[in-house]
């Protein structure tokens, strides 16, 4: 009886490791990484066949994972600089400063080229808000009102602010249609890891308050023409800025993907064309999203169960 109790033992004790193995009580991340590698072979891919110099940063909010190309190269950053002039306004507001509803009359001598609304208004008669000024600036990436935020905020508290957070490659350093501080290589700049790096730092709540966080990204958040966005579904939310100039084409922001938002910045420049760098971006988007939805949506094991 005893020899037969110890035979069921030792089989048992054989058949526990065959268990485990066929059989694991944790899925294996091997999965989600072939897709993570196949995101990044497909970016290479893009990235050769752009005739000029693609940057890109990836950050996945919700594992930390990140994804560089070129992370450290210093780009000009045409309108996406403005995402630095947003944060600094919440900063200064937080730090009493100023106040987000303190007014601002139109001035004649205010007003530059690329400024869609501002250029509609009535000088000395139109009266906005810093915050009106911000959400201009953003939604239709106004000259005129991203130059009057930079007058009120100053170069100096701007970049001292991204002294203090690390990010010493990105500078403001001339306003919006300065062609003479251009022309003198004064321009506005910063890396793919760096401006990941600001909008995760705003993002996970270590720059501004609870509230100012909030609505900052409201106001980045705001419908734009945008290669980022035309990438996206609808019902995506993108708080992004994108940013033109010759032979440039950028955009960075944070995407909203329920359950697994990422940062992601594109920065393109020595474009042949500028529509490749449009297209590039488009396309790089669209690989992203498709990484990030999938991966939301699916369980540890790959399996996906859409509501009915």
């Known amino acids: 009886m005893l020899a037969k109790t110890i035979s069921i033992l030792l089989a048992l004790g054989m058949a526990a490791p065959l268990y485990s193995q066929c059989c694991p009580e944790k ?8 897709l993570w590698q196949k995101l990044q072979a497909d970016i290479r891919q893009v990235d050769q066949q752009l005739d000029g110099v693609l940057a890109v940063a990836i950050k996945d909010l919700t594992s930390g994972e990140e994804y560089l190309l070129r ?15 947003l944060a600094n306004l919440y900063l200064q507001a937080q730090q009493g400063q100023l106040k987000l509803t303190d007014p601002y009359v139109v001035r004649k001598e205010d007003l530059v080229p690329g400024s869609d609304i501002m250029l509609g208004l009535t000088p000395g008669v139109t009266r906005l808000t810093l915050h ?11 000259n005129s009102a991203t130059n009057v935020l930079i007058d009120r905020l100053g170069f100096d508290h701007v970049n001292a602010m991204l002294n203090n957070l690390g990010l010493h490659n990105t500078r403001l350093r001339r306003k919006m249609m300065d062609l003479k501080a251009a022309g003198e290589g004064r321009e506005n700049i910063s890396t793919p890891r760096e401006m990941m790096t600001l909008l995760e730092t705003i993002y996970g709540g270590k720059l501004l308050n609870k509230e100012l966080t909030q609505d900052f990204l409201t106001v980045l958040s705001t419908h ?47 474009l042949k ?4 760098g449009s297209a590039a971006i488009r396309r790089i988007t669209a690989l992203a ?9 699916a369980s540890d094991y790959g399996r996906v169960v859409s509501p009915k």
């Not at 991340?29 to 072939?34: D, I, L, Y």
């Not at 009106?132 to 106004?142: E, H, K, N, P, W």
């Not at 064309?273 to 490749?276: I, T």
């Open 224 to 270: 734009k023409e945008s290669s980022m966005l035309q990438a996206l579904p609808d019902d995506v939310t993108a708080a992004n800025k994108p940013g033109e100039l010759e032979a440039v084409r950028n955009d960075s922001g944070i995407v909203m993907v329920r359950n697994r938002p990422f940062i992601l910045c594109v920065m393109t420049t020595y």
């Open 27 to 34: 899925p294996s991340s091997e999965k989600r990484e072939v």
């Open 289 to 297: 999203y498709s990484y990030f939805d999938r991966v939301a949506r």
């Open 132 to 142: 009106d000024l911000a959400t201009i600036m953003v939604a239709v990436s106004d």
């Open 71 to 85: 992370g450290d190269e210093v780009m000009p950053q045409a309108s996406s600089i403005k995402i630095a002039v």
């Open 273 to 276: 064309d500028e529509k490749d």
